[in-house]
């Protein structure tokens, strides 16, 4: 019965996400790669030659620009994509903490609690989708591999494993430039552990390194990343420094811009991390004056976060200090939260798996001290890596608090409900925003065909799923897309 109602979660799944691929609407980027543009750089590399070194367009995520080309010129690749990377994603990060069916409802819940620039970014995007979610998808696996055969001892590495093992590393490069960095240090790790358990050199974590090696070499030497280093890229680049002052500059740089994207925009993740942790702390055999005195902080955190992200204004006045408090507060509840992790988790295994998850949320953005920009889609991929904390945690509450079990069936029915009428609005409302613009584009064809003239387009009735949509900031791409001849001129009239 079990194994049924999991078989009919991951159908809806599969549904939903193919519901969003097909309602998704094209915009800024996706124009550019569905038209002309990313034809051209398809046929050359990711590398346009014919322009200078300052405006070349280019970069080495090989798979994520062929994803996006591809997804952005057909329907179908763009309903498969949303379908398998996006179930993948929901289904990996079960599989890796366990547990019933019921947490495929919690790990919908902590993706719809991204803030909203991130969910913008990534899964109301097709270019964000395209480099972000299959990305982590293929390192999620990685994980899952090596949970299922890094003993070597008890699973013979046969060839076609091997091959595996190396193609799945290799493909996982050629994304994003911070998990490329990622993944190589990962392999090491990988290679240690392996090593460590196994006694043989040959083992998952050295094909895994082998991969990952071979894809960052395939990535940074492409020609576009010259220009980042030496700052003659106008997008990328290096922040100017001498090498005397490069901590202080990181430093800064952590406190004025990194620690609220990766840390304190997570409100409501940070919140529900924080009760966690609180009701793990009072179950726990250690619940000393120590341990008080954590939960008395995170009380106090969870009221901080909430003041920050919606009374900032009004408590702290705009204050210039405000972002060195930030970095105080954060700074000390990840502290304590590995604290947490260590002295009150009794399993080993999953007091391990918790600091290697904080550890590789930190690693992954630590790129972004160096370079800029980071857009908040930059820090989704360590937002999973604190929902797979999240999700660990749980398991290890619901063990230690005996009657949460019981409320569990209550919960789970509540969920459900929540989850039928967020997605029933979601589905509705961007089936409005398709029906609107799929209209707007007949008018605009129409008249387009008729010799030309001056279109009103409607604005979008839920505008607020995507990011900066307005198809009046790149009038030339969005004729290229869908191939809009310059006699026609059109008024997007936005909100």
């Keep these: 019965m079990t194994k049924l109602k999991e078989k009919k979660a991951v159908l809806i799944m599969i549904a939903l996400f193919a519901a969003m691929g097909c309602l998704v ?47 952005t010129k057909r329907l179908i690749f763009r309903v498969l994509m949303y379908a398998v990377f996006g179930t993948s994603l929901v289904v990996l990060l079960k599989k890796l903490v366990g547990g019933s069916e019921k947490l495929y409802l919690a790990i919908f819940f902590l993706l719809i609690l991204l803030p909203k620039d991130k969910i913008q970014q990534v899964f109301f995007w097709n270019a964000g989708f395209s480099n972000y979610v299959p990305s982590i998808v293929l390192v999620l696996l990685i994980f899952y591999l090596f949970k299922q055969y890094h003993l070597f001892e008890q699973k013979k590495l046969t060839a076609p494993l091997l091959i595996g093992m190396f193609v799945l590393s290799f493909a996982a490069q050629l994304f994003l430039e911070n998990l490329t960095v990622y993944n190589v240090l990962l392999g090491f790790f990988l290679f240690i552990v392996s090593f460590k358990k196994s006694r043989k050199f040959l083992n998952y974590g050295l094909i895994h390194l082998l991969g990952a090696i071979s894809g960052l070499v395939v990535m940074f030497t492409h020609p576009s990343y010259q220009y980042i280093f030496s700052n003659n890229d106008t997008y990328r680049s290096v922040p100017a420094g001498t090498d005397s002052n490069i901590i202080v500059r990181m430093l800064q740089t952590y406190i004025d811009a990194i620690n609220d994207l990766l840390l304190m925009d997570n409100i409501w993740l940070n919140i529900i991390l924080s009760g966690l942790c609180i009701l793990l702390i009072l179950k726990a055999k250690k619940h ?203 008024i997007y009239r936005a909100k």
């Design 25 to 71: 609407i094209m915009s800024t980027d996706d124009w550019f790669w569905g038209g002309t543009g990313g034809s051209y750089l398809l046929r050359h590399n990711f590398f346009d030659s014919s322009l200078d070194s300052a405006n070349a367009i280019a970069n080495g995520r090989y798979f994520g620009n062929i994803i996006e080309v591809f997804t």
């Design 288 to 490: 000393d004056k120590f341990g008080k005195g954590i939960i008395v902080f995170y009380a106090f955190s969870i009221g901080y976060f909430i003041l920050n992200k919606y009374f900032a204004q009004v408590v702290f006045l705009g204050s210039v200090k405000l972002p060195l408090l930030n970095f105080f507060v954060s700074t000390t509840w990840i502290l304590l939260l590995l604290v947490i992790i260590m002295r009150y988790v009794d399993n080993r295994k999953t007091s391990g798996r918790l600091s290697f998850y904080l550890i590789s949320a930190f690693v992954i953005a630590g790129p972004f001290l160096l370079i800029t920009p980071y857009p908040a889609r930059s820090f989704f991929t360590s937002y999973i890596f604190f929902v797979l904390i999240i999700l660990e945690l749980l398991q290890e509450v619901l063990r230690n608090h005996q009657e949460l079990q019981q409320d569990v069936t209550v919960w789970a029915r509540i969920g459900t409900l929540l989850f039928t009428l967020i997605t029933v609005t979601a589905l509705v409302s961007m089936s409005a925003n398709r029906y609107i613009y799929s209209r707007n584009l007949s008018h605009i064809q129409a008249v387009d065909q008729s010799g030309g003239g001056v279109v009103q387009m409607d604005a979008l009735p839920f505008v607020y799923y995507y990011k900066d949509f307005n198809p009046n900031n790149n009038p030339d791409l969005f004729k290229d897309y869908y191939k809009i001849s310059n006699e026609l001129h059109y």
